[in-house]
Structures are given as structure tokens and as C-alpha cells.
């Protein structure tokens, strides 16, 4: 299926992928602000939420997005990987605070897998 669309530029990948790379720590510094505490019952909760948002982002960036071939579709998965990476950091700061730092640590190399090094392949102009 061929469509008319304009191909994202390289540089939307990369503004994109900074943009929420330096707001993670934005999010850690502001929203969580509270004590970390030492309830360590929201473990039990937080540790299959992690392991799926990690999953997520994880397979979309290693399995999904190299074998698409639709520029707009890899940007979108490329965007919603990072997202599913990103919610890891919220998931320390309102679910389970005593865990914050290693929610934000695990969200940020979740991030930084995305690195758009390889969207290069979707910016060339198709062959014919």
C-alpha cells in the first residue's frame, strides 16, 4: 500500500527522542518530590507493571520497528516504545515511591535504547 505522505524528517526523531530523554529527569525532581519511604508492599505490584512496560518498549524497538518498512508507522511505534519506557519513571514516583530511583534509572536506559541512530532507513525517499 503506497501513500502520498511526506517522510518524517530525521530531525523529528531526534527532537522527539531528546524531548523526552530531558524530561525524565523533570518528572523524577518534580513530581516525586516525596519521601521515598520504606513501604516495600507496592513491590509486589510494581514489579510485573515494570517488567511489561520494559517488555513493551524493549520489543518494539528491537523486534517491531527494524522490520517495518512505513515511515509514519515507525514513528509512531518509535513514540509509543519510548512512552511505554517512560510511564516505568511514573510508576516509581505514584505506585511505588521507595522504588523511584531505580523505576527512573530503568525508564532512562529504557529511553536511551531509542536512540534514533537508525532512522535513517526511514528517511530516504522510497526506491522505485
Do not use: H
Amino acid at each position: 500500500m503506497k501513500t502520498n505522505r511526506p517522510i518524517p524528517p530525521l530531525l523529528n526523531w531526534w527532537v522527539i527522542w531528546i524531548a523526552l530523554l530531558s524530561g525524565l529527569p523533570m518528572f523524577f525532581i518534580f513530581l516525586g518530590t516525596s519521601a521515598p519511604g520504606n513501604d516495600r508492599s507496592s513491590l509486589s505490584l510494581f514489579v510485573p507493571l515494570v517488567a511489561t512496560a520494559l517488555s513493551i518498549s524493549v520489543v518494539l524497538r528491537w523486534v517491531v520497528i527494524p522490520r517495518l518498512e512505513n515511515p509514519q508507522i515507525a514513528l509512531q511505534m518509535f513514540i509509543m516504545g519510548m512512552a511505554t519506557a517512560e510511564a516505568i519513571c511514573f510508576f516509581g514516583i505514584f505506585l511505588a515511591p521507595a522504588y523511584k530511583t531505580l523505576a527512573f534509572v530503568l525508564s532512562f536506559l529504557g529511553i536511551l535504547q531509542f536512540i534514533p541512530l537508525f532512522a535513517g532507513k526511514f528517511c530516504q525517499p522510497p526506491k522505485p
